[in-house]
T-cell receptor, first 110, second 113 residues
Framework: GIQVEQSPPDLILQEGANSTLRCNFS?????LQWFHQNPWGQLINLFY???GTKQNGRLSATTVATERYSLLYISSSQTTDSGVYFC????????????FGIGTKLQVIP | KAGVTQTPRYLIKTRGQQVTLSCSPISGHRSVSWYQQTPGQGLQFLFEYFSETQRNKGNFPGRFSGRQFSNSRSEMNVSTLELGDSALYLC????????????FGSGTQLSVL
């Protein structure tokens, strides 16, 4: 199956700082999504981005499918950005057998 | 539109018992998938249902099973519970499962004593 690697595994930021989270995947994928899991366990879909670049407020994401990686940018971080960020992919065979990365645990301190 | 609803939110069971978890997808979504999250193994895919049929299955023992009803609601069952089954169980839905945006419920936290 597809292997998904995320880096860094842990990140501590001062409020207001910027950061880049990376996701590498081992094979062609038919979808690539970024999620934020809050301290209560809820997974929020940030981006559905199999290719290209998208922006949503302070967050943006870029996926370069031909080079098998995706980046999530967080600018002007806030304490509410704390939590775990997951990169999730599905193989190009379709259907929903997705693979999660191990996640990046982000802590934003005031 | 209401989001994905999972019940119950918390559950405590003892070894050897069985448990049933419920998931109601977003209205109009026909694909429901289930995941187990543990500190040691992270998030792992359990299975996916579409139109009452299991289309895909992860690497879990047969004690883990599920079903989907005609209204797309899904249930997951774990029989003969083991301590290692303690986990957050999440379900997600989307329109037809084929590489689309996933929407997750809040999860059921299962503790096996």
């Amino acid at each position: 199956g597809i292997q998904v690697e995320q880096s860094p595994p842990d990140l501590i930021l001062q409020e207001g700082a910027n950061s880049t989270l990376r996701c590498n995947f081992s094979d062609s994928v038919n979808n690539l999504q970024w999620f934020h899991q809050n301290p209560w366990g809820q997974l929020i879909n940030l981006f559905y981005i199999p290719s290209g670049t998208k922006q949503n407020g302070r967050l943006s994401a870029t996926t370069v499918a031909t080079e098998r990686y995706s980046l999530l940018y967080i600018s002007s971080s806030q304490t509410t950005d704390s939590g775990v960020y997951f990169c999730v992919t599905g193989d190009s065979g379709g259907y929903q057998k997705v693979t999660f990365g191990i996640g990046t645990k982000l802590q934003v301190i005031p | 539109k209401a989001g994905v609803t999972q019940t119950p939110r918390y559950l405590i069971k003892t070894r050897g018992q069985q448990v049933t978890l419920s998931c109601s997808p977003i209205s109009g979504h026909r694909s429901v998938s289930w995941y187990q999250q543990t500190p040691g193994q992270g998030l792992q895919f359990l299975f996916e249902y579409f139109s009452e049929t299991q289309r895909n299955k992860g690497n879990f023992p047969g004690r883990f099973s599920g079903r989907q009803f005609s209204n797309s609601r899904s249930e997951m069952n774990v029989s003969t519970l083991e301590l290692g089954d303690s986990a957050l169980y999440l379900c997600a839905s989307n329109m037809d499962g084929g590489g689309e945006k996933l929407f997750f419920g809040s999860g059921t936290q299962l503790s096996v004593l």
